[in-house]
Structure formats: C-alpha cells, structure tokens
C-alpha cells in the first residue's frame, strides 16, 4: 500500500540533545499527524497539523506543516529517556477518510 | 474516560480459520477505523465505518469485512486466514457528526493475531 517516506529510520542519541525526523510524499495532503507508538501498545496522537505553514507545539515537541503540503517535520527539544519509541507521521487528502502512514523513525535515548 | 478499547488483546489462529475482532470506541466517538500494521511498519488502512455503513476501504480483499452497531461499537472479520494475515490490528475512533476538517484518529492498542 501507499507509504510516506520518513527518516531517518532511527536515531540514536544522548539525553538532552535535540532531534528532528521529517516525512515528504508524492501527494498533497490536507492534514498532517504525528504519532507515538510505545512496544504492545496503539500509536498516541501527538500533534495535528491543519494548514499549510502551521508550525504548532505539545510541550518539547514542535511540528510544521510544509508550505508545498507534501511535506512535514517533527523537532523534538531536550530529549529524555521518556521519549524512546516510535514515532509516525501520517498525512490526510480529504476532509475525511483514511491516514497514509509512514514506517515510523526509531528514537533510542542514551542516559 | 475510556478510550477504545480492543479485544481479545492476543489471538492465535491456523490457516483457513475465521477470526473475529471488536473495538469499542472512545466515549463521543462515532466513527471506527480498521487498521493492520504488519511488523516494523507503519498501520495500513483496512476500512472506516460511520452511521453503521462502510464507509471507505483501503486496498484489502473481501476476506475482510467488517460491522459497526448502533452504539458505535465494530466488528473487524477476517475469513480463510492466511500466513500473511499475522499482524497488528489497530483499532482507531473519532468524531466526525458535523465536521468538516479531519477529525484525528485515536488508536486502541490493538489484537495481536498469529496465524500459523
């Protein structure tokens, strides 16, 4: 099925460093979202993006909205070990309907 | 506040058999999303029930159906399992009565299913 490309794949980083990941498609969307996914658990909505240009925070996490709307990037400021998992964006076309995934990016966090 | 909730949480199936998985969704949610997400990738999207009516499908065979009742509650069905069923079913609510931008997706953390 159709995919968004994200990377990086995964990161390994040192606590209190800052990360970024990003995810571009071929297609426009209309609304971008990022995911968390932890292990045996669903993934958990972090941030919506609804317009193009839209940079919006949840706390450490910062995401926008890329003016040609086929694009989107996450930062993530001062890393934790808390924020260890998976992390997904996924983008919508339509007012309503079904989320294109992308394959997620890693995120290890060293103490 | 419950969110969606899943069950069974594990399942183990052979080949061939029919397997049957349920959601419940987040309270003030009125559409259901199905969603398998095989291992080391991201959910792929299966079909999405409002008003007790699929309502779009993604690209899976008719082995897979599904229902939605009349308090919102779904069914996923998947009939002649195949090795390649084994997966991650994703269970995702929202709100969509009256809406035009796109509601968010809230996941369950999903049934297990083995099929060997």
């Known amino acids: 099925g159709q995919q968004l490309n994200q990377s990086p794949q995964s990161m390994f980083i040192q606590e209190g460093e800052d990360v970024s990941m990003n995810c571009t498609s071929s297609s426009i969307f209309n609304t971008w979202l990022w995911y968390k996914q932890e292990p045996g658990e669903g993934p958990v909505l972090l941030i919506a993006l609804y317009k193009a240009g839209e940079l919006t925070s949840n706390g450490r996490l910062t995401a926008q909205f890329g003016i040609t709307r086929k694009d989107s990037f996450l930062n993530i400021s001062a890393s934790i070990p808390s924020d260890v998992g998976i992390y997904f964006c996924a983008g919508n076309g339509g007012s309503q309907g079904n989320l294109i995934f992308g394959k997620g990016t890693k995120l290890s966090v060293k103490p | 506040d419950a969110g969606v909730t899943q069950s069974p949480t594990h399942l183990i199936k052979t080949r061939g058999q029919q397997v049957t998985l349920r959601c419940s969704p987040k309270s003030g949610h009125d559409t259901v999303s199905w969603y398998q997400q095989a291992l080391g990738q991201g959910p792929q999207f299966i079909f999405q029930?409002?008003?007790?009516?699929?309502?779009q499908r993604g690209n899976f065979p008719d082995r897979f159906s599904g229902h939605q009742f009349p308090n919102y509650s779904s069914e996923l069905n998947v009939n002649a399992l195949l090795l390649g069923d084994s997966a991650l079913y994703l269970c995702?609510?929202?709100?969509?009565?009256?809406?035009?931008?796109?509601?968010?997706?809230?996941f369950g953390n999903g049934t297990r299913l083995t099929v060997t």
């Open positions: 995702a609510s929202s709100h969509n009565r009256g809406r035009r931008r796109f509601s968010p997706l809230h």
């Open positions: 029930y409002y008003e007790e009516e699929e309502r």
